[in-house]
């Protein structure tokens, strides 16, 4: 029997998040086998042996912390912020007009 390499990322290629339970996974698994197997219309070999190679992966929990631990979360993508400064006036920010005292009667 030829040796799998593990996929990229057997959360992606099994469509799960990462914090999925193994319930999540064996059905998304599931789902995935019947539509790529080799025995249906839809057959896609190199996609299948992904399957098949994230799901081994993945349905033992030693195996599943050790990759996680060697392949942590990617950081969260930064998303780029643009500042509008607005140009410097030569009046200050705040204005202030006189101030009126009424007497209280």
């Known amino acids: 029997m030829a040796h799998l390499t593990p996929p990229a990322d057997p959360y992606l290629v099994l469509g799960v998040p990462r914090d999925a339970g193994q319930a999540d996974i064996a059905a998304a698994y599931r789902v995935l086998v019947r539509t790529l197997h080799p025995d249906?219309?839809?057959?896609?070999?190199?996609?299948?042996?992904?399957?098949?190679?994230?799901?081994?992966?993945?349905?033992?929990?030693?195996?599943?912390?050790?990759?996680?631990?060697?392949?942590?979360?990617?950081?969260?993508?930064?998303?780029?912020?643009?500042?509008?400064?607005?140009p410097p006036s030569r009046e200050p920010d705040l204005?202030?007009?006189?101030?009126?005292?009424?007497q209280r009667w």
């Open 40 to 86: 249906t219309g839809d057959a896609d070999p190199e996609r299948f042996a992904a399957v098949l190679a994230a799901y081994r992966l993945l349905r033992d929990p030693r195996r599943r912390a050790a990759y996680d631990r060697d392949h942590p979360r990617p950081a969260d993508v930064p998303i780029p912020v643009k500042v509008h400064q607005p």
């Open 95 to 102: 204005r202030v007009g006189p101030v009126r005292r009424h």
